[in-house]
């Protein structure tokens, strides 16, 4: 009885794995499909300009910090860097069914924005030890003007906390131009949207020095 009970728990381990490859495989299939489809849409209506690909690591964990300034920023980031992250979605656009079925499916990792949101922190970590890159708008939302980063808001020094936790780099990164995507005729003239990778700031200092130098980094960039 006792054989049967752990033969019959063997092929269940066994079965585990190739349906989580499975699942991974599904995964990673719906994310490059959706970057694809996006991206040809960019071809058509926009004008984009992709500066510093050099910077970002071809392998390997990393920690993306990038400006925000609309709904775009994402899947255009997403559609021009090449490798897939798991991008940190605030929990609010989970709200409809089909956007939380969307971005299950892009592996997203959810963020409560009205506290701290330690589930999302353990995500991260985890997504980290398992070498994938981690894509972050740290302004905690859309942000323009003064109460924008590039405007000379702080960014909070948990991005930092999280590379030295993570034991990664933080890759700071620009984008401009999205927010003129809202406005149905813009596409017809194609707005430009200018996207910029900085140098990788290393972990290991001090998590408020090295956001410091993360927001310095990413308006040297916008400039």
Request: with cysteine.
């Amino acid at each position: 009885m006792t054989s049967r009970r752990l033969h019959g728990g063997c092929q269940e381990v066994g079965l585990a794995r190739p349906m989580r490859q499975r699942a991974s495989l599904w995964h990673r299939a719906y994310y490059w499909c959706a970057c694809a489809g996006w991206r040809l849409i960019l071809l058509a209506g926009t004008r984009c300009r992709l500066e510093g690909r050099e910077n970002l690591p071809r392998g390997g964990p990393y920690i993306l910090v990038c400006n925000h300034i609309s709904h775009f920023d994402p899947p255009t980031l997403a559609a021009l860097l090449g490798r897939k992250h798991a991008w940190v979605v605030a929990l609010d656009m989970y709200a409809h069914p089909a956007a939380a079925w969307f971005f299950r499916g892009i592996e997203s990792i959810p963020v409560d924005r009205s506290g701290p949101d330690r589930s999302a922190v353990r995500a991260i970590l985890m997504r980290l030890r398992r070498g994938e890159p981690i894509g972050l708008f740290p302004e905690a939302g859309i942000r323009s003007g003064g109460a924008s980063v590039l405007g000379g808001a702080p960014l909070e020094e948990t991005v930092g906390g999280l590379a030295n936790a993570g034991g990664v780099p933080l890759v700071p990164a620009v984008i401009l131009g999205t927010d003129k995507l809202y406005a149905p005729r813009a596409w017809l003239r194609r707005p430009g949207i200018f996207v910029a990778i900085g140098q990788p700031i290393q972990s290991g200092g001090d998590r408020v020095e090295m956001t410091r130098r993360t927001e310095t980094a990413i308006r040297a960039l916008a400039e």
